[in-house]
C-alpha cells in the first residue's frame, strides 16, 4: 500500500513541518524503511520534500539535515537584505507602472533570493532523486508551481515510469527531471520573490490556484495520505473592533493564508464526504466502480503563527523591519500574518520546530495506527 506526504506551502511556516517529521522519525523503530513513497512539496513544503526524498534512503539522517537547515537559518541565508538592494526592488517596481506595467528585466520580486539558490545547492543533492527510485525506495516525487502566462497549477513529477502524466480543470501533472529550479519556482511567493523561467513560461509559488492539492498524489497512485499542514489553530477566531481600515499587509496576509490554507481545508472536506459515500456503498458496487476510500491523516498546529510572529519580528534585518513598517506588517497595522510567512529567523523556526514536534507527539497513537508502527 502506498503512503504519500503532503507538505504544503508556507515560506518560513515550513520549519513547523520539520518538527512533525522529527517526531516521525523518533516513532518509527530503528532500521524501519521510509514509510512514504511518495512525496508531494508546495512552496517551501518542495524544499523539505525534496531534501526527503533525496535522502529517502536513510530517514533519520534526512531529517536531521532538515533540521540543521532551519534551526540555523538568517534571512540573509534566504535574501539578499541590504537597503541598496531592497529600495532597488521597490524602485523598479514602481517604475514598471510607467513602462504599461510590463516588468523590463529581471523578473519582478521585493527581494532577491539568489541566497536560497546556493542554499539549495550546497544542501540537497537532486542527483540522487533517481537512484532512489531506481533502487525502488521512491516510488515519486511531485513539486507544485504556477504557470504565469498559462495560469495552471503544474506538479512537476519524477519518478517510476508506470506513472502517467495528467490534465485536469487548470491543473497538469508532468513528467520530468526534477531540479533544483523547479524548488526555487514552487517557493516563489507572489511579489516577494522573483519567478523562475522553466523552459518556455515563468511559474511562481505552487499554491497559488492550486484548487485540488489531493489530487496529485491520488494521481500518483497514494492510497494513504499523511497531510503535514501551516495553518493555525482556528478554533478561535478572535473578532476584534476595528479601529482603521486595513494595512497593505493586512490584506496581503489574507491573500496568502487564502492561497496556502484554505485550497488545503476545502480538498480534505471534499474527501472526507468522498470516504463517507464509498464506505456506506457494497464492496461490489465499489469494485465496479473502481473507488476505494482514502485514508488520511492531518497534522495541525495548534500554535497562532501571527501571534509566534509577533514575538520575533524584532529579530528580522533592520531593512526588513523598514519595509515591513512602511506597509502596515506590525501589530497596529494588523499585518504580522505576512510576517510570518517571511520571518526567515533561526529562533522563530527552532520555535515552529519544537511546536511541530510536540503537535505530533501529541498525535502519537494516531500516527502509529496510521503507519501500522508497533508500540
Request: glycine share 6%; net charge neutral.
Amino acid at each position: 500500500m502506498r503512503t504519500a506526504l503532503i507538505l504544503s506551502g508556507g515560506g518560513a511556516r515550513a520549519a513547523y513541518q520539520v518538527g512533525v517529521l522529527k517526531a516521525l522519525a523518533e516513532l518509527l523503530p530503528e532500521n524501519t524503511p521510509n514509510p512514504f513513497t511518495i512525496i508531494c512539496g508546495t512552496s517551501a513544503g518542495a524544499i523539505n520534500a525534496a531534501k526527503l526524498a533525496t535522502e529517502i534512503d536513510d530517514f533519520p539522517k534526512a531529517i536531521s539535515g532538515l533540521e540543521d537547515i532551519w534551526a540555523n537559518l538568517t534571512s540573509e541565508s534566504v535574501h539578499r537584505v541590504d537597503y541598496f538592494t531592497v529600495l532597488k526592488s521597490i524602485v523598479k517596481i514602481l517604475g514598471s507602472f510607467f513602462h504599461s506595467g510590463i516588468a523590463q528585466g529581471k523578473p519582478l520580486s521585493l527581494f532577491d533570493n539568489r541566497p536560497l539558490f546556493y542554499l539549495l545547492k550546497r544542501t540537497i543533492d537532486m542527483s540522487r532523486l533517481n537512484t532512489m527510485i531506481t533502487q525502488e525506495r521512491l516510488h515519486a516525487l511531485c513539486i507544485n508551481a504556477l504557470g504565469y502566462t498559462s495560469g495552471q497549477n503544474i506538479s512537476f513529477f519524477q519518478g517510476h515510469p508506470s506513472i502517467e502524466g495528467w490534465k485536469k480543470a487548470r491543473r497538469l501533472g508532468l513528467p520530468t527531471s526534477l531540479q533544483h529550479k523547479h524548488l526555487m519556482a514552487s517557493s516563489a511567493i507572489p511579489a516577494v520573490f522573483p519567478s523562475i523561467r522553466i523552459n518556455r513560461e515563468y511559474f511562481g509559488d505552487g499554491a497559488v490556484r492550486q484548487s485540488a492539492p489531493l489530487s496529485a498524489p491520488l494521481e500518483m497512485g497514494a492510497e494513504k495520505i499523511l497531510v503535514i499542514g501551516v495553518s493555525g489553530n482556528e478554533d478561535e477566531i478572535e473578532r476584534l473592533p476595528t479601529v482603521h481600515s486595513p494595512s497593505i499587509a493586512q490584506v496581503f496576509g489574507h491573500m496568502l493564508n487564502s492561497a496556502f490554507i484554505d485550497a488545503m481545508d476545502e480538498d480534505l472536506s471534499i474527501l472526507e464526504r468522498f470516504n463517507k459515500l464509498a464506505r456506506n456503498m457494497a464492496p461490489e458496487q465499489r469494485k465496479a466502480l473502481n473507488i476505494a476510500p482514502v485514508d488520511v491523516l492531518i497534522i495541525k498546529p495548534t500554535i497562532k503563527f501571527d501571534q509566534l510572529a509577533q514575538q520575533y519580528e524584532h529579530l528580522l534585518p533592520q531593512s526588513m523591519r523598514f519595509l515591513l513598517s512602511i506597509i502596515g506588517a506590525n501589530r497596529k497595522g494588523s499585518g504580522t500574518s505576512l510576517a510570518s510567512y517571511i520571518l526567515f529567523e533561526k529562533a522563530y523556526c527552532q520555535a515552529l520546530i519544537k511546536s511541530g514536534y510536540q503537535d505530533a507527539m501529541r498525535q502519537a497513537d494516531e500516527i502509529r495506527s496510521f503507519l501500522d508502527i508497533e508500540h
